[in-house]
Nanobody, 120 residues
Framework: QVQLVESGGDLVQPGGSLRLSCAASGSIRTINTMGWYRQAPGKQRELVAAIDSLGRTHYADSVKGRFTISRDNAKNTVYLQMNSLKPEDTAVYYC??????WGTGPRDYDGQGTQVTVSS
């Protein structure tokens, strides 16, 4: 069994900052890419940022220069530092990990989501 547990979502004013965390646990052999998606009401889920096992990163154009993704491989944890938040960043943020369990091939796992609300 694999679990991804997110934390850090909150209500914040425009221009503020938040840091999301996501810890993966269970019978994990290797974690490949970890990332964050978000879904706002009435909109499709979109990729926000991703980081592979070598630390290479990818960002959506809408968050470049404001968000930073990082990971701690020893803790199987990925972080998303969000600065200069805008109301349009309001969404449920989901952690995603592509990982290999002992005795299986790679597959994707998602967390339960954490709400980020940017409002004055």
């Amino acid at each position: 069994q694999v679990q991804l547990v997110e934390s850090g979502g909150d209500l914040v004013q425009p221009g503020g900052s938040l840091r999301l965390s996501c810890a993966a646990s269970g019978s994990i052999r290797t974690i490949n890419t970890m990332g964050w998606y978000r879904q706002a009401p009435g909109k499709q889920r979109e990729l926000v940022a991703a980081i592979d096992s070598l630390g290479r990163t990818h960002y959506a154009d809408s968050v470049k220069g404001r968000f930073t993704i990082s990971r701690d491989n020893a803790k199987n944890t990925v972080y998303l530092q969000m600065n200069s938040l805008k109301p349009e960043d309001t969404a449920v943020y989901y952690c995603n990990a592509n990982l290999i369990r002992w005795g299986t091939g790679p597959r994707d796992y998602d967390g339960q989501g954490t709400q980020v609300t940017v409002s004055s």
